[in-house]
């Protein structure tokens, strides 16, 4: 019974793995496993607490990372350089998530 449990954890895991997105999220729901595999070891509940600590730990770790992938800016679009008073500009859009208004936003950016 308690290789049962601990399979099903595991493959729990792995699932959840497997819906991560970002490359936060995805070493969050690892991270988040582990932890809570120990964590629910720890505490004396055997395989069925350890299967649901690394469970439970996945999801948390797994939604912290996402939140920590909105975050991150990333670039959607470039445009050719442009020579501007003898100095080379590169624009590009950064998408970004938007706090305030819970949306990404498009942004210029010219360097």
Request: glycine share 18%; with cysteine.
């Amino acid at each position: 019974m308690k290789k049962i449990l601990a399979i099903a954890g595991l493959l729990a895991i792995a699932m959840l793995g497997g819906c991560a997105s970002g490359p936060n999220q995805t070493v969050g729901t690892g991270v988040g496993a582990i932890g809570g595999y120990a964590v629910g070891r720890a505490l004396g509940g055997g395989a069925a607490g350890s299967a649901v600590g690394a469970v439970a730990g996945a999801l948390v770790g797994s939604s912290v990372g996402q939140s920590m992938d909105q975050q991150r800016p990333v670039i959607v679009q470039q445009s050719p350089p442009v020579v501007y008073h003898d100095r080379i500009v590169r624009c590009y859009y950064v998408r970004e998530w938007d706090g305030y208004y819970r949306a990404y936003v498009d942004r210029k950016v010219c360097r």
